[in-house]
C-alpha cells in the first residue's frame, strides 16, 4: 500500500502536488469550522464555509483527473482569499488571523505579481470594514503587518521562481549549445508518446551528426570545434518550429523531435537542415556537413526503439557518403 501511494505521488508534478496539499489544508480548515458554526446557528457563515469545502473537493477531483494546475491554483486562491474576507466582514475582526496565512498560501498557487494584485485588493477592500470597528492604533497595526506581509511573500515568491527557473534550465539544457540535454530528451519523447497513444498524431524524429566532426577538432582545435557545434545549433533552431524541439545527443550528434508531422514532412525539413548547414559551412570556410536519419513514430514503439530507428538511418547515411537524408533502416553496426 505504501509503495502504491510513493508510486502515485512520484507520477505527480510539483505543481499538482502543491495544489492538492493546499486544497487539503483549506478542505481541512473549512469543514470543522462550518460544522461547528451551524451548530451554533451562525448559518451565514457557515453556508460560506460550506460552499468553501464543495468547491475545495471538486478543485481536487478536477486537478487529480486532468494534472491542470493553474486554472483550479486560480480559482482556490481566490476562493481562499475572498472567502475569508467574506467571513471577516460577517464574523466580526477575530476572524481577521485567518487572513495572513491566506495571503502566504496565494503565493503558492499563483504568479507573483497576480497573487500580489488579489491580496492588494482584499486588504483594501476589508480596510473600510476593520477601520469602522478597529481603534485607529490597531488599524494600523493590522494594515501595516498585511501589507508587510503581502510584500515579503511576493519578494520572496519572485526570487523563488527565479531560482527554479534557472535550476530547470540547467537541468534540462546543454551548458555548450543551449540545445536541451539527454534528460530533457527523454521527458519530450515520454510526452509525445502519450500524445500519440491519445490522438494518433503523427511524430518523427530527426537523428543528425556532423560529418568528419573528428577532424575538425583534431587539425584546428577544441575551440573551433565548439564554436561550429554552437553555429550549427543556431542554423537548426533558426530553421524548425517552435513546437519542434532540439536536444544534444551526444557529442556531435543531436536529437530533433517533430510533432503532428509524419515522415514525408520530416524529411522534407530534414533536407532543409541538410542544405542550410552545408551552405553555412561554405560560407564560413569550415566546409562542415550533416547526416541525417529520419523515423517516424510507430504504434507500441518503445522510445528505445525509436531511437535505434532514426540512428539506424543516420547510420546508413554516412556509409553511403555523408550530407545525406535517408529514412530508418535496420542495421546494428556502428560508426565511429
Not at 146 to 154: E, G, K, P, Q, V
Not at 301 to 316: G, I
Amino acid at each position: 500500500m505504501r509503495s502504491r501511494f510513493r508510486q502515485l505521488l512520484a507520477q505527480r508534478t510539483s505543481e499538482e502536488l502543491m495544489v492538492m496539499a493546499l486544497g487539503i489544508i483549506c478542505l481541512c480548515g473549512l469543514l470543522p469550522f462550518a460544522i461547528i458554526r451551524f451548530a451554533r446557528g451562525d448559518i451565514a457563515i457557515a453556508t460560506i464555509e460550506a460552499i468553501g469545502a464543495v468547491v475545495t473537493v471538486g478543485l481536487l477531483v478536477s486537478v487529480y483527473r486532468s494534472g491542470r494546475t493553474e486554472f483550479t491554483g486560480l480559482v482556490l486562491a481566490m476562493l481562499s482569499v475572498f472567502g475569508i474576507s467574506a467571513v471577516i466582514y460577517l464574523g466580526g475582526i477575530t476572524e481577521v488571523y485567518f487572513l495572513y496565512p491566506t495571503v502566504i498560501a496565494s503565493y503558492f498557487l499563483l504568479a507573483p505579481n497576480v497573487a500580489l494584485a488579489v491580496c492588494i485588493v482584499a486588504v483594501f477592500g476589508l480596510s473600510p470594514e476593520l477601520y469602522s470597528r478597529m481603534e485607529a492604533l490597531e488599524f494600523g497595526r493590522f494594515f501595516s503587518s498585511m501589507l508587510a506581509c503581502a510584500l515579503f511573500s511576493y519578494a520572496f515568491a519572485t526570487i523563488r521562481n527565479r531560482q527554479r527557473d534557472e535550476l530547470f534550465h540547467l537541468s534540462t539544457n546543454d551548458g555548450l549549445t543551449g540545445a536541451g540535454n539527454r534528460r530533457a530528451m527523454d521527458q519530450k519523447i515520454a510526452e509525445l508518446i502519450e500524445g500519440f497513444k491519445r490522438n494518433h498524431s503523427a511524430v518523427s524524429m530527426l537523428m543528425l551528426d556532423l560529418d568528419r566532426f573528428k577532424v575538425i577538432n583534431d587539425s584546428q582545435g577544441h575551440a573551433l570545434g565548439d564554436q561550429v557545434l554552437k553555429e550549427v545549433t543556431t542554423v537548426i533552431k533558426a530553421r524548425i518550429r517552435t513546437t519542434d524541439a532540439l536536444f544534444r545527443y551526444g557529442g556531435d550528434e543531436f536529437v530533433v523531435l517533430v510533432p503532428n508531422s509524419n515522415l514525408e514532412h520530416a524529411l522534407g525539413v530534414a533536407e532543409d537542415l541538410r542544405s542550410l548547414v552545408e551552405a553555412h559551412g561554405a560560407m564560413n570556410g569550415t566546409g562542415v556537413s550533416i547526416s541525417i536519419g529520419v523515423a517516424e513514430y510507430s504504434q507500441d514503439q518503445l522510445p528505445a526503439e525509436w531511437l535505434e530507428s532514426a540512428d539506424n538511418a543516420l547510420l546508413e547515411a554516412k556509409r553511403n557518403g555523408r550530407n545525406q537524408v535517408l529514412r530508418g533502416l535496420n542495421t546494428d553496426q556502428k560508426l565511429d
